[in-house]
């Protein structure tokens, strides 16, 4: 067996264009690509019946992204907040100079705060808070000092 690389993280949007504005716009990806697909074989790929799938790729520090737009059948459900310990994928974090204002330009693209969510930790001088995107997938902006590369409590051997 012979795993190549990480693809892509798939996220399933409501409206396109607002979610492009959304990821570029408010977290810095870039748009690099879209394709559109109909019928099989996606249909069977997908497991959704007489499928209609718009599919645009956005990239960001080595990370691509799917925004997933469904004009056929539509998509299911409401942007609702699953919880932390649900299993499955539970959300998408990005260290930000400033939490404050990162999260007032997020809200204004669409973004809700998540009451309650905001912290602090003086053992690492750092700030944290939750938010959902548009489409209801969580977003953790964490603020701290040093390299936005390291993980809290890591010295810099540590993190290559």
Same mark, same amino acid.
Not at 123 to 133: H, K, N, P, R, S
Not at 147 to 160: C, F, I, K, V, Y
């Given at each position: 067996m012979s795993v190549q690389r990480l693809s892509h993280i798939g996220l399933c949007v409501a409206d396109l264009g607002r979610?492009?504005?959304f990821w570029c *716009?408010?977290? @810095?990806?870039?748009?690099? @690509?879209?394709?559109?697909?109909? @019928? !099989? /074989?996606?249909a069977t790929l997908l497991e959704l019946r007489d499928v209609e799938l718009e599919a645009v790729y956005l990239e960001r520090d080595g990370v691509? %992204? *799917?925004l997933l737009h469904y004009p056929v059948p539509g998509h299911v459900g409401e942007p609702d907040v699953r919880p932390?310990?649900?299993?499955? %994928?539970t959300h998408l974090s990005f260290r930000v100079e400033d939490v404050t204002? +990162?999260?007032?330009? %997020?809200?204004?693209?669409?973004?809700?705060k998540r009451?309650? +969510?905001r912290v602090g930790n003086p !053992?690492?001088?750092? @700030?944290?808070?939750? %938010? +959902?995107?548009p489409d209801g997938a969580r977003i953790e902006l964490v603020s701290m000092p040093g390299? /936005?590369?390291?993980? /809290?409590?890591? +010295? /810099?051997? *540590?993190?290559?």
């Open positions: 979610a492009k504005r *716009e408010g977290l @810095g990806f870039q748009n690099i @690509g879209s394709i559109r697909v109909a @019928g !099989e /074989p996606s691509r %992204l *799917e932390m310990n649900a299993l499955g %994928l204002e +990162t999260a007032a330009a %997020l809200i204004a693209l669409g973004a809700r009451p309650g +969510t !053992e690492f001088a750092a @700030g944290a808070v939750f %938010l +959902t995107c390299d /936005p590369g390291q993980l /809290p409590g890591q +010295t /810099p051997q *540590e993190s290559r």
